[in-house]
C-alpha cells in the first residue's frame, strides 16, 4: 500500500452548551475551528472532514451536510472555494442550533453536554467512512473535542465504553478544553494516545489548534508540544457523579458507587450486604438501644 493513498479523518466535536458561551466567545472559537478545518484539508487532497456539535438536548451533525451539493463557495481570487462550502454550512447549521434554543426550561442551568453520545456518533461515522473507502486506500481517523462546559458526570460509564472501543479502533482522542479541566477528557485522551490541552486564553485558540491539533498523533513526537499532565484516574460514582478513591463496583456491569446499595442503580443486580458492614450497623443499633434505656 502506498503512502500516497493514505489519508487522515479528521473528526471535530464542538461544545455548544448555549449556557456556557453566553459569557464566551462563540464566533471566535467557531472561527479558530474553522482554521484548523480548512488547514487540515489542504494538507492532503485524500484528507476528510466531519464536525459535529453538541450541548445538553442532542448531538448535531455540523458538516458534511446532505444538501451540502446546494451550496456554492464563492469564487475569489487565489481562494478555495471547497473553504467556503465548510464555513458557510458550519456557520448557518450553528445558527439554526442557537437560534432553536427556544426552550428556556432546558437551557436554565449550566449541567454537563452529551459527550459520549458526540463520540459515539464520530466513532461510528469514522467506521462507517474508511469502510466504504475504494480497495487500496486508508484513513487514519482521530477526534478532537473542543470542550467547555463541566464534565457531564452522570455519563461516566457510556463514556467510558465510548473512550475503550476508540482505543480498540485505534482512533485517538484530542481534547482543547475551554473551561475547567476535565478528568474524562484527560483520560481519553491518555488511553487512546492522543493530546489533552487546557486553554486559559481564548485569544490563542487559532495558535493552539494549528500548532498542536493539526499533526497527526504519528508525526508530533518530532514537535515540542506541552507534556501530558497529571491525569487523574480516580472513577466517578453512578449515584453522586463526584470521582471517588475507594467506593463499591458492581459486580456485572462495573458501576462505581461510593456507598453501599443493596441494589445497582445501572442493572439493577441485588447484593448482599457485607458482614463487616452489617455487624457494624447491627452494633450501633443495639449500642443505641442500650442508651436508650439508660
Same mark, same amino acid.
Given at each position: 500500500?502506498?503512502?500516497d493513498?493514505a489519508?487522515?479523518?479528521?473528526?471535530?466535536?464542538?461544545?455548544?452548551?448555549p449556557?456556557?458561551?453566553?459569557?464566551h466567545s462563540? !464566533?471566535? =472559537? +467557531?472561527?479558530? #475551528? &474553522?482554521?484548523?478545518?480548512?488547514?487540515?484539508?489542504?494538507?492532503? %487532497?485524500?484528507? $476528510?472532514?466531519?464536525?459535529?456539535?453538541y450541548?445538553n438536548?442532542?448531538?448535531?451533525k455540523?458538516y458534511?451536510?446532505?444538501?451540502?451539493?446546494e451550496?456554492?463557495?464563492?469564487?475569489?481570487?487565489?481562494?478555495?472555494?471547497g473553504?467556503?462550502?465548510?464555513?458557510?454550512?458550519?456557520l448557518?447549521k450553528?445558527?439554526?442550533?442557537?437560534?432553536?434554543?427556544?426552550?428556556?426550561?432546558?437551557?436554565?442551568?449550566?449541567?454537563?453536554?452529551?459527550?459520549?453520545g458526540?463520540i459515539?456518533?464520530?466513532?461510528?461515522?469514522?467506521?462507517?467512512?474508511?469502510? !466504504?473507502l =475504494? +480497495?487500496?486506500? #486508508? &484513513?487514519?481517523?482521530?477526534?478532537?473535542?473542543?470542550?467547555g462546559? %463541566?464534565?457531564p $458526570?452522570g455519563?461516566?460509564?457510556?463514556?467510558?465504553?465510548?473512550?475503550?472501543a476508540a482505543q480498540?479502533?485505534?482512533?485517538?482522542?484530542d481534547?482543547?478544553?475551554?473551561?475547567?479541566?476535565?478528568?474524562f477528557?484527560?483520560?481519553?485522551s491518555?488511553i487512546?494516545?492522543?493530546?489533552?490541552?487546557?486553554?486559559?486564553d481564548?485569544?490563542?485558540?487559532?495558535?493552539?489548534?494549528?500548532s498542536?491539533?493539526?499533526?497527526?498523533?504519528?508525526?508530533?513526537?518530532?514537535?515540542?508540544?506541552?507534556?501530558p499532565?497529571?491525569?487523574?484516574?480516580?472513577?466517578?460514582?453512578?449515584?453522586?457523579?463526584?470521582?471517588?478513591d475507594?467506593?463499591y463496583?458492581c459486580s456485572?456491569?462495573?458501576?462505581?458507587?461510593c456507598?453501599?446499595r443493596?441494589?445497582?442503580l445501572?442493572?439493577?443486580?441485588?447484593?448482599?450486604l457485607p458482614?463487616?458492614?452489617?455487624?457494624s450497623?447491627?452494633?450501633?443499633?443495639?449500642?443505641?438501644?442500650?442508651?436508650?434505656?439508660?
Amino acid at each position: 500500500m502506498s503512502h500516497d493513498s493514505a489519508g487522515h479523518l479528521l473528526v471535530v466535536l464542538l461544545d455548544l452548551h448555549p449556557v456556557w458561551w453566553a459569557s464566551h466567545s462563540l !464566533s471566535r =472559537a +467557531l472561527q479558530s #475551528t &474553522l482554521v484548523l478545518a480548512n488547514a487540515h484539508l489542504l494538507q492532503n %487532497p485524500l484528507n $476528510r472532514l466531519s464536525m459535529y456539535g453538541y450541548m445538553n438536548t442532542g448531538v448535531y451533525k455540523l458538516y458534511p451536510s446532505l444538501d451540502e451539493d446546494e451550496l456554492v463557495g464563492e469564487s475569489a481570487d487565489g481562494k478555495f472555494e471547497g473553504f467556503d462550502v465548510v464555513n458557510t454550512t458550519v456557520l448557518m447549521k450553528v445558527k439554526d442550533l442557537i437560534l432553536g434554543c427556544d426552550e428556556p426550561e432546558d437551557h436554565q442551568q449550566l449541567d454537563g453536554s452529551l459527550l459520549s453520545g458526540a463520540i459515539i456518533k464520530a466513532l461510528c461515522y469514522c467506521n462507517t467512512t474508511c469502510k !466504504s473507502l =475504494a +480497495l487500496g486506500n #486508508t &484513513l487514519h481517523s482521530r477526534l478532537l473535542v473542543v470542550h467547555g462546559s %463541566p464534565d457531564p $458526570r452522570g455519563q461516566y460509564m457510556p463514556l467510558m465504553n465510548a473512550i475503550f472501543a476508540a482505543q480498540k479502533n485505534k482512533v485517538a482522542i484530542d481534547a482543547c478544553v475551554l473551561g475547567e479541566e476535565s478528568t474524562f477528557l484527560q483520560q481519553a485522551s491518555e488511553i487512546t494516545g492522543g493530546s489533552y490541552v487546557r486553554l486559559e486564553d481564548h485569544e490563542k485558540l487559532t495558535q493552539y489548534l494549528l500548532s498542536i491539533f493539526l499533526l497527526g498523533v504519528e508525526f508530533r513526537k518530532a514537535f515540542n508540544i506541552p507534556p501530558p499532565t497529571r491525569v487523574d484516574f480516580r472513577a466517578a460514582c453512578l449515584c453522586h457523579g463526584k470521582m471517588t478513591d475507594i467506593g463499591y463496583v458492581c459486580s456485572v456491569c462495573m458501576s462505581v458507587f461510593c456507598t453501599f446499595r443493596p441494589n445497582c442503580l445501572t442493572c439493577n443486580a441485588h447484593f448482599k450486604l457485607p458482614s463487616a458492614l452489617f455487624k457494624s450497623k447491627k452494633g450501633a443499633s443495639k449500642k443505641k438501644a442500650e442508651n436508650g434505656k439508660s
